[in-house]
């Protein structure tokens, strides 16, 4: 088993889109990020790098590539999961913080989005929002958005074989 821990932060502006965990949300300002700025599922992405000790998201898809401008951070964690041939996604949990748009109506579908990413059941998914409680400056003032993701990874063995007394 590995546990894998992930964040992201952002600046939200107005005039761009905000999509969290690959659902589209109403609101007059989304993330200023070289990509589409989804912070779930960038925490998510940096999650499962670490679980599986393969880096982190600027090392894989770097702000400095314009390939990465402006696209679907689901597209980014398809590709991160092609890295993924010896490990099984057990579960993920996310936690987003946000102060001025109300994300209880979205959950499920962000749980949804997201297993059907994964390819995981959807009760191995867990979408958690919170607010900063008008504290801790941007966050608070509902100027950014924050997010947070835990992943546990099974090691996945095709077959177990004997070498000696032993099970490998």
Same mark, same amino acid.
């Given at each position: ?65 314009? %390939? ?7 597209? &980014?964690? !398809?590709?991160?999961? #092609? +890295?993924?041939? $010896?490990?099984? /996604? ?53 100027? %950014? ?7 546990? &990874?099974? !090691?996945?063995?095709? #077959? +177990?074989?004997? $070498?000696?007394? /032993?099970?490998?």
């Amino acid at each position: 088993m590995r546990i894998g821990n992930g964040w992201d932060i952002h600046r939200l502006i107005p005039q761009r889109p905000l999509i969290i965990a690959g659902v589209t949300i109403p609101n007059d300002k989304g993330a200023d990020a070289h990509s589409d700025g989804d912070a779930a599922l960038h925490a998510l992405i940096d999650a499962l790098l670490g679980a599986a000790a393969l880096g982190d998201i600027g090392t894989h898809f770097p702000p400095s590539d314009e %390939a990465y401008r402006n696209i679907d951070s689901a597209i &980014l964690l !398809e590709k991160t999961l #092609s +890295l993924f041939v $010896e490990y099984r /996604i057990v579960n993920v949990d996310i936690t987003i913080v946000l102060q001025s748009v109300r994300l209880a109506p979205y959950i499920t579908s962000m749980r949804e989005r997201i297993s059907s990413i994964l390819q995981i059941p959807l009760s191995s998914v867990s979408v958690k929002a919170k607010s900063a409680e008008h504290l801790l400056g941007e966050l608070g003032t509902g100027d %950014a958005i924050e997010a947070t993701a835990t992943v546990l &990874l099974e !090691e996945q063995r095709e #077959s +177990l074989e004997i $070498e000696g007394d /032993i099970w490998v």
